[in-house]
């Protein structure tokens, strides 16, 4: 009966947060106990069609993705393959070079690595090749000293993250997520799976902020522009392309629904995936004191942290993505959930599902 009557009310919140304009089409997911317990829908998937989103639509969900790259990378270290501490070159030579060679997977889970900046490509097809963009990520020189700063390594996490398991695995992002986590969560799809699998169409931001010319731009911004630059936006217009979703970019490009996804954060807590005192490891904060004013912090190796009220940090979990998609599990809660949207901007549709969901089962 619980669950019957919390799978109601995110259904009834869904509905409301699509009947009030505050998003086109949503789809959410609740995990309690390693166990599926609801799933709700609401909205219109696709606007050129009007196709009605359902449980298997899948969302293009951005940093997102980040999350799932980074549970692959604790599965590996897990099975003694890779060492969080290990110079990255050891799994990847050719990343040795410039100033890189003491950086880390530690300081590329917790966006320290100082190599943030995106390689220039001159088209689709080029930001497609995941080995010719691995090489210029190799090749570029640290913005600052590896580990004594932290800048979001928004599009470039996908490289350190990845080029190094997929090294020592021989396998893509797609089969080691198969292997280990499940179905319905692409990235780097097939030419035919990207025209013929059911994918949400991205929405713009019907009100995008306006940037100022006149503001001086500070040190972050600075970084923050080139780590996404502007031959990659408008973002929703790059990953409705279907060049780029065929594109394995495991910062961004991963395409999933949200039971995948609550599933993956469900089986994390619940001790499905890795051992508890890795898990507490890796939700741990390691490098709060270096943010700058202002950024965002609280990351852990790869997933970012929050607290409940008067609980520590880390005891929250998870990784939203440009647009407002987001995922996050409680570890003493054991319960995970998962809200996907495809109009990108800034309302925020997750915290109340969440809410709902923690007062429930909390």
């Not at 304009?21 to 799933?39: F, I, P, S, T």
């Not at 994918?199 to 996404?228: F, G, K, Y």
């Amino acid at each position: 009966m619980l669950y019957a009557q919390l799978e109601s009310r995110v259904q009834t919140c869904l509905d409301e947060l699509v009947k009030s304009g505050k998003a086109v089409g949503l789809q959410a997911a609740v995990v309690h106990r390693g166990e599926l317990v609801a799933e709700a829908w609401s909205g219109i998937a696709d606007t050129r069609t009007e196709r009605p989103v359902d449980r298997d639509i899948l969302f293009p969900v951005f940093s997102m993705t980040k999350g799932v790259a980074a549970t692959l990378v604790h599965l590996v270290a897990g099975a003694g393959r890779l060492n969080y501490d290990a110079p990255l070159a050891d799994y990847w030579p050719e990343f040795g070079c410039r100033g890189k060679e003491k950086i880390t997977m530690r300081m590329v889970l917790s966006h320290t690595a100082g190599v943030p900046q995106l390689p220039e490509a001159e088209s689709h097809e080029e930001f497609a090749d995941f080995e010719r963009m691995a090489a210029a990520v190799a090749a570029l020189e640290p913005l600052w000293k590896p580990g004594t700063e932290c800048h979001y390594h928004a599009v470039t996490f996908s490289w350190l993250a990845f080029k190094p398991l997929k090294n020592i695995t021989g396998c893509s992002f797609n089969e080691l997520v198969r292997r280990y986590l499940g179905k319905d969560c692409y990235c780097g799809m097939t030419l035919r799976e990207a025209e013929t699998l059911p994918i949400a169409w991205l929405e713009p931001n019907p009100s995008p902020p306006v940037l100022s010319d006149t503001v001086p731009l500070t040190e972050n911004d600075r970084i923050a522009r080139l780590a996404i630059p502007p031959q990659v936006c408008p973002l929703e217009q790059w990953m409705n392309n279907t060049t780029i979703r065929t594109a394995c970019i495991p910062a961004s490009t991963g395409i999933m629904n949200a039971r995948f996804i609550a599933g993956m954060y469900g089986d994390l807590v619940h001790g499905k995936l890795i051992a508890a005192d890795q898990l507490t490891y890796a939700v741990s904060p390691v490098h709060q004191p270096l943010v700058p004013p202002g950024k965002r912090g609280n990351f852990g190796l790869g997933y970012a942290l929050d607290a409940t009220p008067g609980g520590p940090i880390g005891r929250v979990f998870g990784h939203g993505g440009y647009g407002g998609s987001n995922a996050k599990a409680d570890l003493v809660g054991d319960f995970a959930v998962a809200v996907l949207k495809n109009r990108m901007d800034s309302c925020d549709v997750f915290t109340p599902v969440w809410q709902l969901v923690r007062e429930a089962l909390a």
